[in-house]
């Protein structure tokens, strides 16, 4: 098996929701706030970082991405299942759904910048 390259901080799983079909190879609509400008993608050529979430640890440099992956596809049956069965989630979709929503808070690139910054000197602590 091959490492993943393209490390998504938003899941395909979920982005694959916005295309007609549902299907990863299917178009969906996106917005560059940079560019200011709409364009045309399928769910696994947005959202990701080359080896973002590579660590520098002999023989488990990707362990962070497939460990995040393993729980995505658990997270990902219940979401089918909720939007199949047109119905509120139960008890363990719900903590699907919220561990779904920590996992894409924490590993968006804009919150690791928060986390990876150089301390500042304060006088407020000591």
């Known amino acids: ?4 390259i393209k490390h998504h901080y938003i899941s395909k799983f979920y982005l694959k929701n916005f295309t007609k ?3 990863s190879k299917q178009t969906l609509f ?5 560019k200011k400008k709409y364009f045309k993608s399928n769910p696994k050529d947005i959202c990701h970082i080359r080896n973002f979430n590579k660590i520098s640890f002999l023989g488990k440099e990707y362990i962070v991405e497939t460990e995040q992956a393993k729980m995505e596809s658990i997270i990902a049956i219940s979401f089918k299942k909720i939007i199949k069965s047109n ?5 363990e979709q719900l ?3 919220l561990s779904f929503i920590s996992l894409i808070s924490l590993r968006h690139p804009r919150m690791r910048g ?4 150089t301390p500042r000197k304060s006088n407020n602590f000591l």
């Open 114 to 117: 928060i986390f990876y910054t």
């Open 95 to 97: 903590t699907h759904i």
């Open 30 to 34: 996106a917005y560059d706030k940079v």
């Open 87 to 91: 119905t509120y989630p139960d008890e």
């Open 1 to 4: 098996m091959s490492n993943p």
């Open 21 to 23: 079909s549902g299907a």
